[in-house]
């Protein structure tokens, strides 16, 4: 029985009518009713507006144009049916700042949306804007990006834009908005450095930010942006236009476009490339979401049942393997990439999607530019499509090119995340030490015994903090009872660094380098403002801490055999030396690549009592990070006191 059969209101999925009978999930919609030209949306002149919509279910098609984003009324003005399923309307005349939404008629029922390939909108996202695009460029706007020789050079900084700005003791003027990230010289507590200062002080390389598309959540509404507020923005509404809470004028459009790109231009001209965090696995609300409305049944997973399929935990899974779902989403990153001159995506729930969309974005963007970076959750989840087609880590062999997060090495080093007491290898567990040597030598295959998911480093991103879960120093608090906030810091100083010089691609969260609190809240997607912002007075009272986590960040900048380029090298080049329960030690040996130093020694030691190791003969080693660490380094042996990471070099 087809699941046409099964829905209860089948109306509700299309009108067999419109399509001859074909119904919307059968295979031979896809191969009858795609489309692949490159006109969806709108195309703006001055003299005239050219509007093309796909509908292939709608039995009528009308353009309603407004004056403005709250107008009860618009002019209605009937589409003409083109060929495989489309709609066309040309209105002669400058249309720029109207706003619009089309209406289909599905059975009996008229249903209204915005655009899906909207690049403009109104307030809360509820109507498509018609703009001149080029008349939103800042003055300044150059497609010059900061180099990237390969994505293990990379040193990624995930940000929630408002968290950056909002503290009383930001310094920073434009609270929670893009241009908020784009004031220089803004100091805290202290004279501190605060927001992009700090950031580009730090010396990383790359700044991920949490969703700024336009995004629904009933926890911000643009109209009211005086009263409290906060949310993540996993919420998809609009992806190819800008969140307006962010704005310093959400009722203007094209405002909105202007200061994200004014922000992304200064972070460029800092040095600082941009990392997009984008939600194709699932939208808002599956039954109110554009998609639905204008083409009901296509977009989404359904069950058998017609339920919908939900391993998001969102409510619903857009369905990634549909031609015109493949392509929306493959033309909007590049969309962003061209229009916003957007460096790198993060895909969210990236299991959730199929392998053939992630290679086809991966193969159009090295189009463009091979240093756009890709990166993703991998995680395997329960959607309605074979496990074998989900570019998950599993299948990351058909992936090259697009990085995974290793939970695996994140959960050895802090502690599992849902096991919220249990602590990890800087917590003093042992029997950790194998799969964290996965993350060390960039999730390759490293002998018989050892390997995680990744065929090369590039594919493999290691991290013990982000926007999820607890943050580092409350994961560390709750698994550590007993224990002192010095002890404390030591272990998160360690996990730091083993992120910092693992193979592969570090990744660090806001506020990790100044050990950030969320109060113990474990996931703060609409907690207070208060409880998400970055504490500039805590980073004040942790500037040790932050220089710490620079000197990490210099230390890998400074030394290629921490960002070797292949397995091949890793595997030549990394050895794993004799080290006691609690701590792990390796040498990078004979690199090739231009380090200053011939050999480098590591040592990270979890062991609250130290440990003395013998140290291989190579030549005579040089303290190079960790000194204070260090009580003896002679008669080819190393005393290390305390918790913490030692490096030492034979320099050449």
């Given at each position: 029985?087809?699941?046409q059969?099964?829905?209860?209101e089948?109306?509700?999925?299309?009108?067999?009518?419109?399509?001859?009978?074909?119904?919307?999930?059968?295979?031979?919609?896809?191969?009858l009713?795609?489309?692949?030209?490159?006109?969806l949306?709108?195309?703006?002149?001055?003299?005239?507006?050219?509007?093309?919509?796909?509908?292939?279910?709608?039995?009528?098609?009308?353009?309603?144009?407004?004056?403005?984003?709250h107008?009860?009324?618009?002019?209605?003005?009937?589409?003409?049916?083109?060929?495989?399923?489309?709609?066309?309307?040309?209105?002669?005349?400058?249309?720029?700042?109207k706003?619009?939404?089309?209406?289909?008629?599905?059975?009996?029922?008229?249903?209204?949306?915005?655009?899906?390939?909207?690049?403009?909108?109104?307030?809360?996202?509820?109507?498509?804007?018609?703009?001149?695009?080029?008349?939103?460029?800042?003055?300044?706007?150059?497609?010059?990006?900061p180099?990237?020789?390969?994505?293990?050079?990379?040193?990624?900084y995930?940000?929630?834009?408002?968290?950056?700005?909002?503290?009383?003791?930001?310094?920073?003027?434009?609270?929670?908005?893009?241009?908020?990230?784009a004031?220089?010289?803004?100091?805290?507590?202290?004279?501190?450095?605060?927001?992009?200062?700090?950031?580009s002080?730090?010396?990383?390389?790359?700044v991920?930010?949490?969703?700024?598309y336009?995004?629904a959540?009933?926890?911000?509404d643009?109209?009211?942006?005086?009263?409290?507020?906060?949310?993540w923005?996993y919420?998809?509404?609009?992806?190819n236009?800008p969140?307006?809470?962010?704005?310093?004028?959400?009722?203007?459009?094209?405002?909105?476009?202007?200061?994200l790109?004014?922000?992304?231009?200064?972070?460029?001209?800092?040095?600082?490339?941009?990392?997009?965090?984008?939600?194709?696995?699932?939208?808002?609300?599956g039954?109110?979401?554009?998609?639905?409305?204008?083409?009901?049944?296509?977009?989404?997973?359904?069950?058998?049942?017609?339920?919908?399929s939900?391993?998001?935990?969102?409510?619903?899974?857009?369905?990634s393997?549909?031609i015109?779902?493949?392509?929306?989403i493959?033309?909007?990153?590049?969309?962003?990439?061209?229009?916003?001159?957007?460096?790198?995506f993060?895909?969210?729930?990236?299991?959730?999607?199929?392998?053939e969309?992630?290679?086809?974005?991966r193969?159009?963007?090295?189009?463009?530019?091979?240093?756009?970076?890709?990166?993703?959750?991998?995680?395997?989840?329960?959607?309605?499509?074979?496990?074998?087609?989900?570019?998950?880590?599993?299948?990351?062999?058909?992936?090259?090119?697009?990085?995974?997060?290793?939970?695996?090495?994140?959960?050895?080093?802090?502690?599992?995340?849902?096991?919220?007491?249990?602590?990890?290898?800087i917590?003093?567990?042992?029997?950790?030490?194998?799969?964290?040597?996965?993350?060390?030598t960039?999730?390759v295959?490293?002998?018989?015994?050892?390997?995680?998911?990744?065929?090369?480093?590039?594919?493999?991103v290691?991290?013990?903090?982000?926007?999820?879960?607890?943050?580092?120093?409350?994961?560390?608090v709750?698994?550590?009872?007993?224990?002192s906030?010095?002890?404390?810091?030591?272990?998160?100083?360690?996990?730091?660094?083993?992120?910092?010089?693992?193979?592969?691609i570090?990744?660090?969260h806001?506020?990790?380098?100044?050990?950030?609190?969320k109060?113990g809240?474990?996931?703060?997607?609409?907690s207070?403002?208060?409880?998400?912002?970055?504490?500039?007075?805590?980073?004040?009272?942790?500037?040790?801490?932050?220089?710490?986590?620079?000197?990490?960040?210099?230390?890998?900048?400074?030394?290629?055999?921490?960002?070797?380029?292949?397995?091949?090298?890793?595997?030549?080049?990394?050895?794993?030396?004799?080290?006691?329960a609690?701590?792990?030690?390796?040498?990078?040996?004979?690199?090739?690549?231009?380090?200053?130093?011939?050999?480098?020694?590591?040592?990270?030691?979890?062991?609250?009592?130290?440990?003395?190791?013998d140290?291989?003969?190579?030549?005579?080693?040089?303290?190079?990070?960790?000194?204070?660490?260090?009580?003896?380094l002679?008669?080819?042996?190393?005393t290390?006191?305390?918790?913490?990471?030692?490096v030492?070099?034979?320099?050449?």
């Open positions: 029985m087809s699941v059969k099964e829905l209860k089948p109306i509700y999925y299309g009108d067999p009518a419109a399509t001859g009978g074909i119904s919307v999930f059968a295979q031979e919609f896809d191969e009713f795609s489309y692949d030209g490159d006109d949306g709108v195309t703006y002149t001055p003299a005239s507006s050219a509007f093309c919509l796909w509908a292939p279910t709608a039995q009528e098609a009308a353009v309603v144009l407004y004056g403005s984003w107008e009860a009324a618009g002019d209605i003005l009937p589409m003409i049916r083109d060929v495989r399923g489309t709609w066309r309307l040309s209105v002669a005349g400058n249309l720029e700042g706003f619009y939404t089309y209406r289909v008629r599905i059975g009996e029922q008229w249903n209204e949306a915005a655009d899906p390939y909207a690049r403009a909108v109104g307030v809360n996202g509820d109507r498509a804007v018609i703009l001149d695009l080029r008349k939103t460029d800042p003055q300044r706007w150059t497609e010059d990006k180099p990237l020789a390969d994505p293990v050079d990379a040193v990624i995930e940000l929630h834009l408002r968290d950056l700005s909002v503290h009383p003791a930001s310094g920073i003027a434009h609270k929670g908005q893009y241009l908020g990230l004031e220089e010289g803004t100091r805290g507590p202290g004279g501190i450095l605060t927001g992009l200062d700090h950031i002080d730090l010396g990383v390389t790359h991920q930010l949490l969703p700024i336009d995004y959540t009933e926890s911000v643009e109209t009211q942006l005086d009263q409290p507020h906060y949310n923005g919420d998809p509404k609009n992806y236009a969140e307006g809470s962010y704005a310093t004028d959400p009722y203007d459009p094209a405002l909105r476009i202007r200061e790109k004014t922000m992304i231009q200064t972070l460029h001209d800092r040095g600082l490339r941009v990392i997009m965090d984008v939600v194709y696995n699932h939208v808002y609300d039954y109110l979401v554009n998609f639905t409305k204008l083409v009901p049944g296509y977009y989404l997973r359904y069950k058998q049942n017609g339920s919908l939900n391993g998001s935990g969102c409510g619903n899974d857009v369905a393997e549909r015109m779902m493949t392509r929306f493959v033309e909007s990153v590049l969309y962003w990439a061209h229009e916003y001159h957007i460096d790198g993060r895909f969210d729930l990236m299991g959730l999607l199929d392998i969309t992630m290679q086809e974005i193969r159009r963007l090295d189009e463009i530019d091979p240093s756009l970076m890709t990166i993703g959750e991998g995680w395997l989840l329960d959607t309605e499509l074979p496990a074998e087609r989900l570019a998950s880590q599993s299948n990351a062999d058909a992936l090259p090119g697009i990085g995974q997060f290793n939970d695996g090495f994140r959960d050895a080093v802090k502690g599992n995340i849902f096991r919220y007491e249990e602590p990890g290898f917590g003093g567990k042992t029997g950790l030490e194998q799969v964290v040597k996965t993350g060390i960039g999730g295959v490293y002998g018989q015994s050892m390997g995680a998911f990744a065929d090369e480093p590039q594919q493999c290691n991290f013990v903090e982000c926007h999820d879960n607890h943050t580092l120093w409350d994961k560390i709750i698994s550590s009872k007993g224990e906030d010095e002890r404390r810091r030591e272990m998160h100083r360690l996990a730091s660094a083993m992120v910092m010089t693992s193979q592969g570090p990744f660090l806001a506020g990790q380098e100044f050990m950030r609190t109060d809240v474990e996931n703060s997607f609409k207070p403002v208060e409880i998400n912002r970055m504490d500039w007075e805590r980073a004040a009272a942790h500037v040790e801490d932050i220089a710490y986590m620079k000197q990490l960040i210099a230390l890998r900048q400074a030394h290629p055999a921490f960002r070797l380029r292949s397995a091949e090298e890793i595997r030549a080049q990394l050895m794993f030396e004799k080290a006691p609690g701590a792990i030690a390796y040498t990078l040996r004979d690199h090739a690549g231009g380090d200053p130093a011939l050999h480098l020694y590591v040592l990270y030691n979890s062991n609250t009592a130290g440990v003395s190791l140290v291989p003969q190579l030549g005579e080693w040089s303290i190079l990070f960790g000194e204070d660490l260090v009580s003896k002679a008669g080819g042996k190393l290390a006191k305390g918790i913490g990471m030692v030492l070099a034979v320099r050449q």
